[in-house]
């Protein structure tokens, strides 16, 4: 039986959170508690919620949180092409792995419902 950390989308968004720690730290101190908070939270809450989504049971549970994780991938890219125009960060590498995660996201749960 397979366990969330079986899964490829949530290995690949396991992954993607140390590197949203290394661009935020490159956001100045006033962004602390506002785009640096957001995106390690949004970050944070991809991987989770394919986990628990996994651990809830069911396939419609699991394709739930797929959505939000989904949700919070869509807030994630969002927030990173607003660093890249505010403070000129490279996010490519961020934002192509969003991408693929995103592209992931949907197509487990499609396949789910």
């Known amino acids: 039986m397979e366990t969330y950390r079986d899964l490829l989308v949530w290995q690949k968004a396991f992954a ?5 720690y ?3 730290s490159e956001l100045p101190p006033a962004e602390q ?6 995106m390690q939270r949004a970050s944070v809450s991809i991987p989770s919620n394919i986990a628990e989504g ?3 049971g ?7 949180f797929l959505r939000i994780a989904n949700g919070s ?31 992931m996201l949907t197509t487990l749960a499609k396949r789910l419902e």
Do not use: N
Request: no cysteine; glycine share 2%; charged share 35%.
């Open 58 to 64: 069911t396939k419609k549970d699991f394709a739930q």
């Open 16 to 20: 993607l959170v140390p590197l949203i």
């Open 73 to 103: 991938a869509a807030e994630l890219e969002t927030q990173l092409m607003i660093s890249e125009r505010l403070y000129r960060i490279r996010a490519k590498e961020a934002l192509s792995s969003l991408d693929e995660i995103q592209r």
């Open 54 to 56: 996994k651990k809830r």
């Open 33 to 38: 508690f506002g785009l640096v908070s957001q």
């Open 22 to 24: 290394r661009l935020t």
